[in-house]
């Protein structure tokens, strides 16, 4: 039997959890566990400059590899700061672990110094989140942490440590609990084989189906089994932004993303489709426009781990409960040796949406000619290209995210690391650092618009102290690109503080932190520029490119319309 | 239409708050709220009364079921069911008007649980519907103060919330 601490419980735990990173910050009331994190060297800990940035490294970790991501920050300002990185990775289904320090119990309630409700104030933005009140608790409560934030529809955990629960002087016998079990939880593990077995005849009947595949098949490891059941039935599909990937890109199977700022072919085959079968999308706002016009002639399956997903928004006339994984798989073995039912329907409507790729092929917008400032959308072709379309690729949140979801081309899952849900400005930085420690052999680029940039860039002083060689293309157009974009198109281009005055010469502030900041200001300068920044791996470049400021993004829907309701470019529409 | 939600979770600190925390964050309605551990000390009991069409009161047992304190759940309102509530109501209870508080009191089945020279405390049970017509009845007389628990409720017949 061993006797440990509460911060030693917690240091050895994390060790027999695997966990290898733990990003934080340290304060008053952590300081017992910084401590027991001191006197041991398995599990490492990246000091980040702002504890919301700890809550997006580890949050992009979770994205790239599909484990659970963990926090550690101390009570109060260092909680409240972690909040919005919780309430991102919430919205996404994004597994996390947050550890925050807490004033001493007797403490409690009395608005000690550093002290927050921090289960209060998080509350609506976990999925669970847990109290110790006894050191003894704390490997089982932590191993129902992880199990949780991992299991079922993911999403993070928060656990509030009361400093004396971690202090040395009282020791506890320590176990590592290799399970746990809890009544009041448990994910299905599989969808109801008579619905799937609905939902498989429906697909073999359409005439002109769409698979609509989200975040959920991502997370959920399904991804080779959607390539395969899509494969086998030729079908289309068109993924949401956090579903990039699933299914490769450059597979003419694959239409591109849908929604607000999809592709002009996928929000077309969703309107005009006779099936649109969803895995693991939820048919958010983004997404399904005017949900009262959204497929109005579309039977829709939907297969959701999380029931109250199912017919949230729009109504499922086929509803399966279930892990993306095992339902597909069950599936592809209904559909194996099947014919579909209408092989020629089919033709016609691949022949229909090939006339809509044609309508746009060569339009989507004008490039640069040398000289000029580049357009945005070009400068991602060219950063998709350096890479080979291999890199893992951040954003923050604007026109620079919806570019690089529309020209980055992502072949695999987890590549394409966005705030989707939130939609939170400052995430691409800190996420980028996050997945560059865990897979420090990869190209990771965080694109970027300097709004955002500025929001989290004191990472930079992080990058330096443990030397993470990221890329930061900095799509820079001196406004806020998206916000622009809205007062053009509904304000008569009253452009209400979207414009950035005293930007910093950010060659010199990269500078000051002692890495390399090349400034592109023109057409011909961006090959030579991306050759240099990535020439080095493990070198932090930043690419400070001047964009045309007067870019909008398009396709975009037209607000109240259906899916096919879709602005094409300043003067077109459908 | 009004529906009455019978809810088994865990007895930990913090429950009851992810519950109502869960109504109105997503924008649902409490009516009443009624919460007390069961025989079993690790569970609490919480019924709660919602209105909504069956497209929301689909989604709030959805997302109750999500909670990882909530254990079980019913909506009593699809089968049938006993509902009660209790109140205690501290009425006027003067010259002529004390005998009909009495009297009155008596029609409903309801008991005079405290006396002062000038008014009642009256407990009544009943249903919601009961108890809001007592309230009318008292109404003339002049109610000075009214403490409603809020719905409780069980299933009729063999059908038993437990786990």
């Excluded at chain 1, 330096?464 to 509904?490: C, F, T």
Aim: some cysteine.
């Amino acid at each position: 039997m061993e006797l440990l601490s509460g911060a030693d419980m917690i240091a050895r735990f994390l060790q027999d959890e695997g966990v290898e990173y733990i990003y934080g910050y340290p304060g008053g009331a952590a300081l017992h566990i910084y401590d027991a994190l001191f006197r041991q060297d398995k599990v490492k800990h990246i000091l980040v400059r702002h504890e919301q940035a700890a809550t997006h490294a580890a949050d992009g970790y979770a994205r790239a590899s599909g484990k659970p991501g963990t926090v550690l920050v101390t009570s109060g300002p260092g909680a409240t700061n972690a909040v919005t990185g919780i309430a991102t990775a919430y919205m996404d289904s994004i597994p996390m672990v947050v550890l925050c320090g807490q004033v001493m119990s007797h403490l409690i309630g009395d608005d000690a110094f550093q002290e927050t409700d921090i289960i209060g104030v998080t509350r609506p933005i976990v999925k669970h989140s847990f109290s110790i009140r006894h050191p003894s608790e704390i490997p089982e409560v932590l191993k129902k942490a992880y199990y949780l934030a991992s299991t079922g529809r993911p999403g993070p955990v928060v656990v509030d440590i009361p400093k004396d629960m971690t202090a040395p002087t009282e020791r506890y016998e320590y176990v590592y609990p290799k399970k746990v079990k809890m009544r009041s939880y448990n994910p299905v593990t599989r969808g109801h084989t008579g619905q799937i077995k609905k939902a498989v005849e429906l697909m073999l009947k359409a005439k002109r189906p769409v698979f609509y595949t989200g975040g959920g098949v991502v997370t959920g490891r399904a991804c080779e089994g959607l390539t395969d059941l899509v494969k086998q039935l030729g079908f289309p599909i068109t993924t949401t932004l956090m579903g990039i990937g699933a299914f490769p890109q450059s597979d003419d199977q694959c239409l591109g993303w849908l929604g607000m700022h999809g592709s002009y072919e996928s929000n077309m085959a969703m309107h005009h489709a006779d099936l649109v079968i969803a895995i693991g999308a939820r048919f958010d706002d983004r997404v399904t426009n005017n949900t009262s016009k959204f497929c109005p002639t579309a039977k829709i399956v939907h297969v959701d781990i999380d029931p109250s997903s199912v017919s949230k928004t729009v109504r499922a006339d086929v509803p399966i409960v279930g892990p993306a994984a095992s339902v597909i798989n069950e599936m592809i073995s209904l559909v194996q040796g099947k014919e579909i039912a209408h092989p020629e329907a089919l033709g016609e409507w691949w022949q229909k949406i090939d006339s809509w790729r044609d309508e746009r092929r060569g339009k989507l917008y004008e490039p640069s000619e040398p000289g000029e400032a580049l357009k945005p959308q070009e400068v991602i072709e060219a950063v998709c290209k350096i890479t080979r379309g291999e890199a893992f690729v951040t954003t923050d949140v604007g026109q620079h995210q919806m570019f690089a979801a529309q020209y980055y081309h992502f072949d695999k899952p987890n590549r394409f690391i966005t705030s989707g849900g939130l939609g939170t400005m400052g995430f691409g930085f800190p996420a980028a650092m996050g997945i560059k420690k865990s897979y420090p052999q990869d190209d990771v680029v965080c694109i970027t618009g300097e709004g955002s940039f500025q929001m989290m860039m004191q990472e930079l002083s992080t990058c330096k102290q443990y030397g993470i060689g990221v890329k930061i293309v900095n799509l820079n157009n001196g406004s806020l690109g998206m916000v622009r974009q809205w007062q053009d198109l509904n304000y008569k281009s009253r452009h209400a503080h979207s414009y950035m005055e005293s930007l910093p010469d950010f060659q010199k502030l990269i500078e000051a932190y002692g890495f390399t900041a090349i400034k592109v200001e023109r057409h011909e300068d961006l090959e030579p520029a991306l050759e240099r920044a990535f020439a080095d791996n493990n070198e932090l470049v930043f690419l400070d490119i001047y964009v045309d400021p007067r870019e909008h993004v398009y396709p975009m829907q037209v607000p109240l319309g259906a899916m096919r309701d879709m602005l094409l470019s300043k003067t077109e529409r459908t | 239409m009004r529906h009455i939600i019978s809810i088994l979770m865990e007895n930990e600190p913090g429950a009851l708050s992810r519950v109502v925390g869960l109504f109105a964050q997503r924008n649902y309605n409490i009516e009443t709220l009624n919460v007390a551990p069961t025989e079993d000390p690790t569970l609490s009991r919480l019924t709660v009364t919602t209105v909504g069409d069956d497209r929301v009161i689909e989604q709030i047992t959805k997302h109750l079921n999500k909670l990882i304190d909530v254990v079980k759940l019913v909506d009593l309102t699809e089968g049938n069911h006993i509902e009660r509530e209790l109140m205690m109501v501290k009425v006027k209870a003067l010259g002529a008007a004390r005998d009909e508080v009495k009297r009155t009191a008596d029609i409903f089945r309801a008991q005079i649980v405290d006396v002062t020279p000038s008014l009642y405390t009256v407990q009544i049970t009943g249903d919601a519907g009961k108890l809001d017509a007592f309230l009318q009845a008292m109404a003339p007389v002049g109610i000075l103060e009214v403490a409603r628990t809020g719905v409780s409720g069980i299933a009729r017949g063999d059908k038993v919330l437990s786990l």
